[in-house]
């Protein structure tokens, strides 16, 4: 029996991978968990300017990007935290207000974040503990802070709350 020519099966293998890594191309990365604060709070007229799907499940949203620090401190406020804001280096992250409603039985964590490959999108998994959740509607605000240089693109964040993925656009 003749042995495979090696050249023949390196052009193979080179192929391969060549179509393995532009797929892996278009799918998102994970990103590290940089969390500031996650609260009970919500702004008093969340219900008035909140983004609401249009669609069930009629989740609604509070989502805002910061870059400056003089943003940062007027939204910590308007989100309702009352401790003082902690120090962020605004020079090299920006800063994101996540703000949803939960049951009060079964708060939310933030399950991953996920990043499009054009950084354009920002994949955020909201997770809740296993069990029996009472239908009632709390507040909870989380601040992330991203580097400035990933989130510089960003256009969009979508947040997969129950299995529903709701996207919303950044001002």
Same mark, same amino acid.
């Given at each position: 029996?003749?042995?495979?020519?090696?050249?023949?099966?390196?052009?193979?293998?080179?192929?391969?991978?060549?179509?393995?890594?532009?797929?892996?191309?278009? !799918?998102?990365?994970?990103?590290?968990?940089?969390?500031?604060?996650?609260?009970?709070?919500?702004?008093?007229?969340?219900?008035?300017?909140?983004?609401?799907?249009? !669609?069930?499940?009629?989740?609604?949203?509070?989502?805002?990007?910061? +870059?400056?620090?003089? *943003?940062?401190?007027?939204?910590?406020?308007?989100?309702?935290?009352?401790?003082?804001?902690?120090? +962020?280096?605004?020079?090299?992250?920006?800063?994101?207000?996540?703000?949803?409603?939960?049951?009060?039985?079964?708060?939310? !964590?933030?399950?991953?974040?996920?990043?499009?490959?054009?950084?354009?999108?920002?994949?955020?998994?909201?997770?809740?503990?296993?069990?029996?959740?009472?239908?009632?509607?709390?507040?909870?605000?989380?601040?992330?802070?991203?580097?400035?240089?990933?989130?510089? *693109?960003? !256009?969009?964040?979508?947040?997969?709350?129950?299995?529903?993925?709701?996207?919303?656009?950044?001002?």
């Amino acid at each position: 029996m003749k042995n495979p020519n090696p050249l023949l099966f390196l052009s193979l293998l080179m192929s391969l991978l060549f179509l393995f890594g532009c797929s892996m191309s278009n !799918e998102e990365k994970q990103m590290n968990l940089d969390l500031i604060a996650s609260e009970k709070t919500l702004p008093t007229n969340f219900h008035e300017i909140a983004f609401k799907r249009k !669609e069930a499940p009629f989740f609604q949203y509070l989502v805002r990007k910061v +870059v400056y620090q003089s *943003e940062f401190a007027a939204n910590w406020s308007f989100y309702g935290f009352e401790s003082k804001p902690p120090s +962020v280096n605004l020079n090299k992250k920006d800063v994101f207000f996540i703000g949803v409603q939960e049951s009060g039985s079964c708060p939310y !964590e933030i399950g991953n974040i996920k990043l499009s490959s054009d950084n354009k999108t920002m994949k955020v998994t909201l997770s809740e503990p296993d069990g029996a959740c009472t239908s009632d509607a709390t507040p909870r605000t989380f601040v992330l802070q991203i580097d400035k240089e990933i989130a510089k *693109e960003m !256009e969009s964040v979508v947040i997969v709350q129950s299995g529903v993925e709701t996207n919303i656009l950044l001002d």
